[in-house]
Structures are given as structure tokens and as C-alpha cells.
């Protein structure tokens, strides 16, 4: 009359499927912040080596 105890094994594959889901939008998040960090450092580099060239004003 003595009772078991039933304990809970949690599935590593399981697990491993649910933080592969969520690494690609962080993923997407950073590249896209990159390449927009990017895009403006090079525009303010021409825009200001273009200005010392030029001489615009």
C-alpha cells in the first residue's frame, strides 16, 4: 500500500525546439539594427568628406 511517486521528466529535444524557434527573430532584430548603423555611418562619413572637399555652405 505504499505510493510511488510519479516525477516529471522534461524532453530535452522539446526544449531544444522551443529556443530554436525564438533565436532566429533575435537574430533578424540584430542584423536588420546592423545594417541600419551602417547605412548611417556611411552616409555621415560621405556627407562630411564631401564637405570638406567641396567646401559647401
Given amino acids: 500500500m505504499s505510493k510511488k511517486?510519479?516525477?516529471?521528466?522534461?524532453?530535452?529535444k522539446n526544449v531544444q525546439k522551443v529556443f530554436e524557434q525564438q533565436k532566429p527573430d533575435?537574430?533578424?532584430?540584430?542584423?536588420?539594427?546592423?545594417i541600419l548603423l551602417a547605412m548611417t555611418?556611411?552616409?555621415l562619413l560621405i556627407f562630411v568628406l564631401s564637405d570638406k572637399v567641396f567646401h559647401l555652405s
Avoid: A, M, R
Fill in 26 to 34: 533575435k537574430n533578424n532584430t540584430l542584423i536588420f539594427g546592423g
Fill in 41 to 43: 555611418s556611411i552616409g
Fill in 5 to 12: 511517486k510519479k516525477t516529471k521528466k522534461s524532453n530535452t
